[in-house]
């Protein structure tokens, strides 16, 4: 896999644009309205107190919850109390905790026929199967950077989610920031079956495409999210007309290689190259694919490739880019990425000695609020 390369895809360059605030978002839609405020706490309390925590034999090595789960991967997980996120997997309610020990214990807050299916869902959600010690290893021994970050943020791993799931959270992700794509995410979220509330926190599962495509681009718009609704409703119905079924069509782009993955991807409304790579990484099993944004530019214009410190990205550039760091890492060559990007969030990096925090300090609220994206 070393050879596959990811490099003959256009960029679009976008231009930074000012936009209203998110606005109120309206109540969720039929046929997903919710249990009453009064019926949601108290099917919370039950659900909350009376199931057991079981162990999940997950080192805090192996997974950290804080360098995982808020970390701009996904954005439907919830931090219900210390050490502990909340969020949804298929079906299943769950939530993670740190033992005292750093082990990691999972709870399941929805009825199930089986504790045997939701852990096997966890598992594969977790991308359970990779071994950070052995992946990081390599990872190490290829870069010394790399060797003394891992020292600092162990456990940070990539998650295998559902591909539908995945692609319209990074729809919404395109040219924003955290804080206002999960507000949009939320809203999609809260069109699918409602689960259940956790610590004052409700959860739906993921709607499904048809019941997305009950969802008019008008009602996207007054939701907030702007010039995304057109694509994400041009997007749902691309994938109703194909044949074998969309979501099914999702999850066989799995069995192709990379540069065919996101040939595919970028045929959707709104999903350019780098969101096509985030959405490859995070649930097509695409280990090598490289998003490169304007954290990741700047990290290889000072690390990987300083020739190029003063040039302006281009699609010429992206590709090498790309190419840099799967010759460097190898075959996960994007679970390293992540771990670079990791880096760079201002809740990390202010913790970070000196010496590796690889670009100029930005305050928390200039990178939260920056518009600026490379798609």
């Known amino acids: 896999m070393n050879s596959l390369i990811l490099f003959s895809i256009q960029i679009r360059a976008m231009s930074k644009r000012k936009r209203s605030p998110i606005k109120s978002l309206p109540p969720p ?3 997903s309205t919710p249990p009453t405020p009064h019926t949601q706490t108290r099917h919370s309390t039950n659900l909350s107190k009376s199931r057991a925590w079981i162990p999940l034999n997950i080192t805090r090595q192996e997974l950290s919850l804080p360098l995982t789960f808020p970390t701009g991967q996904t954005f439907r997980w919830k931090n219900t109390a210390p050490s502990q996120y909340t969020g949804v997997v298929g079906s299943h309610l769950i939530s993670l905790k740190h033992l005292h020990n750093g082990d990691v214990c999972y709870t399941l807050h929805s009825q199930s026929p089986s504790n045997d299916d939701c852990k096997t869902a966890l598992l594969d959600f977790l991308n359970a199967d990779v071994s950070l010690a052995d ?6 021994d290829s870069d010394e950077r790399f ?3 891992a020292q600092h943020l162990s ?25 206002r794509i999960t507000k949009m995410v939320d809203y999609v979220s809260s069109l699918g079956t409602y689960l259940g509330c956790v610590e004052g926190f409700d959860f739906h599962a993921f709607p499904t495409l048809n019941q997305l495509s009950l969802v008019s681009e008008q009602q996207l718009r007054d939701a907030g999210f702007g010039y995304r609704a057109k694509y994400i409703t041009g997007t ?5 007309s194909k044949p074998e079924g969309g979501e099914e069509w999702l999850y066989s782009l799995r ?5 065919d993955v996101i040939s595919e991807l970028i045929k959707l409304p709104g999903v350019g190259p780098k969101v096509a790579a985030c959405i490859a990484l995070y649930s097509l099993d695409q280990h090598h694919a490289i998003p490169v944004d304007v954290h990741i530019w700047r990290i290889a214009q000072k690390y990987i490739l300083p020739e190029l410190a003063g040039s302006k990205l281009t699609q010429k550039l992206h590709s090498r ?11 996960y060559a994007g679970w390293a990425q992540a771990v670079l990007f990791i880096a760079e969030l201002p809740s990390q990096k202010a ?3 000196s010496h590796l925090r690889a670009t100029k300090q930005q305050s928390p609220a200039n990178i939260e609020n920056s518009e600026e994206e490379i798609e």
């Open 29 to 31: 839609l039929p046929p």
């Open 135 to 140: 992946t990081w290893k390599v990872f190490s």
């Open 147 to 149: 060797a003394e970050l």
């Open 155 to 179: 456990g940070a791993r990539v998650l295998r989610q559902d591909p539908f799931e995945c692609l319209i959270q990074f729809m919404c992700s395109s040219n924003n920031h955290i804080s």
């Open 236 to 240: 749902v119905n691309v994938l109703q």
């Open 255 to 259: 069995k192709l290689e990379l540069e």
């Open 321 to 331: 880019v790309a190419e840099a760091f799967v010759t460097k890492f190898g075959k």
């Open 351 to 353: 913790i970070l000695p």
